[in-house]
């Protein structure tokens, strides 16, 4: 399986600032995801970064939120802009293994809080 | 759309119980199935998959059957220890759509 990493692994931001996350991966890979896990719950798909093209957003998440950048197939970002407190969560960025429609694999999370 | 009911938590059992996490699932076409965990402070990672019907699934001494006529892929496990203490996700992904859909997490503690 790939070896991901995501920086930072976790911080605390001022409401209304921005953060952007990084996603590296140690291998070319074709599907990369960002995911929400808000505090207590199950992770929530945010959108696909798409390498060459925009990001494809999930009902309820929108570009100027969230921005999603994939200049490369090994490394995305994710930006969290005007942040509120309901922002806090841990975001992930995964993978997809060998062959559609079978696993992703994870990176270790970015845990946001929002004062 | 695509669908994962899993059993709600949170589960406290002794070292060496049975444990039984049940997950049925919803799906226009015919999906893999997986099991993730996640371990206190700790990112998430793939338990066990099942990619078609009546396929077993198995790991760590965790396993799960694929029921295709009862749409579940229930986890199990024959003797747990407290270091299976965890968050675990029932997820499935549609083999015609590469989303993961995931269950709501149940969560489980062991105690010595």
């Not at chain 1, 490369?72 to 969560?89: A, C, G, H, K, R």
């Not at chain 2, 066990?48 to 579940?72: H, I, P, Q, V």
């Not at chain 2, 968050?87 to 859909?101: N, T």
Request: charged share 20%; glycine share 8%.
């Amino acid at each position: 399986s790939a070896v991901i990493s995501q920086k930072p692994s976790r911080d605390i931001c001022q409401r209304g600032t921005s953060l952007t996350i990084q996603c590296q991966v140690d291998s070319q890979v074709t599907m990369m995801f960002w995911y929400r896990q808000q505090p207590g719950q199950s992770l929530t798909l945010i959108a696909t970064a798409n390498q060459g093209s925009e990001a494809t957003y999930e009902s309820g998440f929108v570009i100027d939120k969230f921005p999603i950048s994939r200049p490369n197939l090994t490394f995305s970002t994710l930006t969290v802009s005007n942040m509120s407190p309901e922002d806090s969560s841990i975001y992930l960025c995964s993978v997809e293994g060998r062959r559609r429609g079978h696993e992703q694999f994870f990176g270790p999370g970015t845990r946001l809080t929002v004062l | 759309g695509n669908s994962v009911t899993q059993m709600e938590g949170p589960v406290t059992l002794s070292e060496e119980a049975f444990l039984t996490i049940n997950c049925t699932y919803t799906a226009t076409g015919y999906p893999s199935l997986f099991w993730y965990v996640q371990y206190p402070g700790e990112g998430l990672q793939l338990l066990l998959k099942a990619t078609k019907a009546d396929d077993k699934g198995s790991n760590k001494g965790f396993e799960a059957t694929y029921r295709k006529e009862t749409t579940s892929f229930h986890l199990e496990k024959g003797s747990v220890q407290v270091s299976d203490s965890a968050v675990y996700f029932c997820a499935l992904s549609d083999r015609g759509d590469y989303k993961l859909s995931f269950g709501a997490g149940t969560t489980v503690t062991v105690r010595a």
